[in-house]
């Protein structure tokens, strides 16, 4: 098996670094990411947009499903939001494997805020390829 670094992976997805997600934690199944809502985040109703939302649980999703050195790709998400987030809120998204087959892994994905309050909820269905993952 591959070693998996995610921090090489972050380093390659110019589109979550130009939101200002970063990778806290990876390891076999898990992934952890994080951001601070800023003003360029907002949307037309004041409030964190929704995509910077789904893209900091994707980001996490992406690395806790790749973990294993097997690419793997999602191929059904679905996303409940909970609450609004607002400038200056650091939000964290958690993901966590649930199952996992010889083609097939579910996820669970929260997206908190810093103090506890759940914004939004993923699950997450990834098609493990069989291929090795990217370096």
Known sequence: MTKFDAAALARRD???????????EAALGRAVTR????ERHVNFNGVCHGGLTFTLADAAFGYACNSYGIMSAGIDVHMMYNTAARVGDM???TAVEIARSARIANYRIDVVRADGTLIAGMSGTAFITGRPAAA
Not at 14 to 24: A, N, S
Not at 35 to 38: N, S
């Open 14 to 24: 110019t589109f979550t670094r130009e939101l200002g997600i970063e990778v806290v």
């Open 35 to 38: 951001v601070q809502v800023e």
């Open 91 to 93: 939000l964290t998204a």
